[in-house]
């Protein structure tokens, strides 16, 4: 029989872990949405801005505007080759001397103040220039935020993932006193005699002593946190997160946007050790880029999710713990779907690490080598993939190691037997991002395809094969037959 501390440790583990990764899937859909995408626009071989054609009519075919020395960062701030340390503007300048196919003697400089684009060059056309400007202008406006105000959020963001993260740890101490309240049986807490006086209940006298036990750890430094998980848990945070010292540098971080509005302080120098931040001195300011804050972002929910698992596996039952991995490889499908590579892998080796039943261990294992393949290509896994022993597993394992290790027609073969006895079906063809690479590949197209019945195959693009196989599956859901 399942006692009440049990189902309160299951239930606390839930809300942590459910309302911790849905804050940091929110965090990363903000991020990519507020982000001005300057970079996206960027040619892969310079930094070329392709004139917006309603500006066409200002520019000849030999008028393009290329970057050539230097590196994006974010909206607003260009860097001189070999330096590291953003410009406070946006700034660059176009050197077409490095592509034949444009004229060496042209050379524009752009840079950012507030929210205008100034334009300067030699031998380039008053006309090109306004070109420049307006289109630079018309491309901030279309993506609604200025320079500052993603700066801004930016900061914000950064500023609630820290804070989560310490609310996902307070909450994981909270509920592990819940299953185990002889743990803090030794431990000095802060209460007053009207404290005890004008508690309603011994319940309620417990619950005040936990919460203020609670406040005073948190109140401490990570390095008191990490004694506590260690008392617990025999670990240390070194195994749970993905680099400790970045970590440790973004909670430096976010003190500087709290308190010194990103100055560098001598506290920060102090705190964070050379390998683990840019070369900086005091004074010097550190800006929160998209691409610095999609970084933490990983750090802060692998750490998070890291911590989760481990604390689950010591509080909760074998079978409820099962149950509370029961959804986690549908958590790593969808990390890998928005392109959260590290982080997925790292999700799924610990899930296969410790799921007590092949059903959470295998899933689990084939979710961590498709998100490394995702994020070091297909190469970095075959010498695990091959080592792999499914000779007694069923055959959906058997297909997925030919399919990871690129064994293309074989794993054909073994689709068109898994369609045939509706294992699979189409849509997990056209969605699991296993087939990826085969679908890249038009290894697919036979059975995609098919989700066409009644339609000229030539006819159909992928969009096309999208909507009718996500119609064709919805259709299948309300008559009950997916």
Known sequence: ?????????????????????????AFYKVASEISPKFPRLLDSHGWLFTIMKSRGQFLSTEERLVYNDGVVQGLYAFTDEGRSAPRDVMAGEADFSKDPEF?????????RDGGVFHVFGTNASSELKRAVAFTLYDIQRHLGLSHDQASLLFRSQLTIAVSAFEVLIARLIQTHIWRYPESIGNSTVDLKAADILTASDIENLYSRVTDRFIDSLMRESMDDWEKWFKKQYSVEFKELALDLPIVREIFARRNLVVHTDCVVSEQYIRDVPTQSRADVSVGDVLRVTEEYLLSALDQLFAFGIAASLCVARKILSNE?????????TEYHLELID??????????????????????IRMPSKVNAWIAKAKRLGLESIRLEVQRWDVSASVEDYRV??????????????????????????????YSWPLFSWMREAGALDEWLKVAASGQAESALGTDDIKDIIEEKSAADEDDGTS
Do not use: P
């Not at 029989?1 to 899937?25: C, H, P």
């Open 400 to 429: 997925a190691k030919l399919v990871l290790l690129d064994d293309v027609s074989a794993a054909q073969d073994g689709i068109r037997g898994l369609i045939a006895a509706d294992r699979w079906t189409l849509y997990d063809l």
């Open 103 to 111: 004229r060496s003697d042209l050379r524009l400089n752009v840079w």
């Open 338 to 359: 928005l392109g959260r590579f590290e982080v997925a892998e790292d999700f799924a080796r610990r899930t296969a690490a410790i799921g007590a039943s092949e059903s």
């Open 320 to 328: 409820h713990f099962e149950e509370f991995c029961d959804q986690l």
């Open 1 to 25: 029989m399942v006692s009440d501390i049990e189902k309160r440790a299951m239930v606390g583990m839930r809300r942590n872990f459910t309302g911790f990764y849905g804050q940091f899937l």
